[in-house]
């Protein structure tokens, strides 16, 4: 072989693996795992999506598009390898009552104008307001949803009517439920070879069909034959009231997926130790919602239990993802028939080990260590979470306790040390930050009566913080005015001093440098 060819085949190989990073960027991943695992999560996602359509008030097909579409554009454009899109209960729960009372058609609208929203804030780059979330907010969340996922498998427990199974009928299901669960938990032990959740969905199924078990299946909940998800712009009336009608859903359908989605992101980045982009993500959810609306689906956000699937079976890269979206429009295009026999159990006991493995078992181990404030914030998260299905209103309560917490913490901080100095100028040391929440503590060390002709406050160790810190720095400044009193501010920081410079028409402040 000559010098240019072995020059042009290296060349070669350099091409292909470019081709190959756009899918794993972790040479420790590898194409085996990531398809097995794309497969195992595209069994997964068809009863959730069916379920969750079911519960929006629409058909399973619109569930199931809606999971194939998400997840294979956000597996391409997402910010976050490895992490799977779906149909998710947070967003049917947001849309059911629009369902209701308007029709599909102005569900298709409701997700693309949401899908718009969400385009807007990753081009704002809202996406590191994440950053605000407290990790007790997130502790509440991961387990909250955990808890949505444990009991959202109750229902196969249950008959049609909503009574509990009895007898044989009972058994099975524990049972067939429980091997599943202990394969997933034994296997990993023997070997990695082979997806744990996979393996038990299989071996499960092999027995049911070997032994010809009566069971609920996938195809007793509703049939998943369909074609490709057909093209469809909504038909609506593209006017004022319209917009009045879909605009309420779409921006609360828009936090609720970009809360859902960035929380799990973060959940994801500390699994596997790396870093994903939300800003990027924000816009990948937006294409997908924009695109599923279009395409006949309900549309959706991240979903915490698939993608923890897809995580412990050591996936990484955006091919699963890829894989678990196009295994899923095969299911419904050309596999249903098959797909309908697997046991319903065999999927309970996977999602009940993925509802176990979610739950952060360390916020219980540690709760005696933690603030209470802290506990109390948590609960409420996973109590909002789990009761009203609201995950946004959930993550909003939990920052704003936080917050209100911070600032009350803050505020009982502010200390003053008080000296006169050799030329009979009385110093304040001011100590902590100043603003509205430490205001009235502030105001209290002062003595403006005896104290004497010149004032000085060092602000060296503190800020001014707020227009409420400035109103109150002015205000003292008249008190001490009003009795033949000078005071000078010195040792100010950059902000600080700025902020005093800009509201100089509203305050009277003598500033030292």
Known sequence: MNKYARLYRQKSKKEV????????????????????????????????????????GLSPLTGLYAAFVMGFVTSILGGRPGMISGATGAVAVVIVALSISHGVEYVFATVILAGIIQILAGGLKLGKLMRLVPLP??????????IIIFMSQLTQFKDDSGSWLTGGSLYII??????TMLIIWGLPKLTKAFPASLAAVLVVFGIVAFFGIDTKTVGDIASIQGGFPPFHIPEIPFTLETL?????????????????????LELIDEITETRGRTNKE????????????????????????????NISNGARARLSGIVAAVALLTFIMFGASLIEQLPM?????????????????VSVRILNKYPISDIVVMVLVILVTVFLHNLALAVLIGVIISALVFAWDNAKRIRARKRVD???????????????????????????????????????????????????????????HKVGKKLYLTNLSGSSHNLLIKADKMVNVNLME
């Open 17 to 56: 693996k470019k081709i190959l990073n756009l899918f794993n960027k972790n040479s420790e991943t590898n194409a085996k795992t990531e398809v097995l695992s794309g497969l195992t999560v595209a069994l997964a996602l068809i009863p959730e999506a069916v379920a969750f359509a079911l519960i929006a």
């Open 282 to 309: 924000a816009a990948a959810q937006g294409i997908a919602n924009i695109t599923s609306g279009l395409f006949s689906g309900m549309g959706g956000c991240a979903m915490l239990g698939q993608s923890m699937i």
């Open 174 to 179: 524990v049972g067939l439920a429980l091997l």
């Open 137 to 146: 907010v997130v502790y509440g969340f991961v387990n909250g949803l955990a």
């Open 244 to 264: 009045t009608i879909i605009f309420p859903y779409a921006a609360i359908m828009a936090g609720v997926g970009l809360i859902e989605s960035l929380l799990t």
């Open 345 to 361: 159990a065999a999927l309970t006991g996977l999602m009940i080990m993925v509802a176990i493995g979610t739950f952060e078992w």
């Open 422 to 480: 050799e030329n009979g100028i009385k110093r304040y040391e001011i100590y902590g930050p100043l603003f509205f929440g430490s205001i009235k503590m502030f105001n209290d060390k002062f003595d403006v009566l005896n104290d004497p002709d010149e004032i000085i406050i060092d602000f060296k160790e503190s800020r001014i913080v707020d227009m409420s810190a400035i109103e109150a720095v002015n205000k003292l400044t008249e008190r001490y």
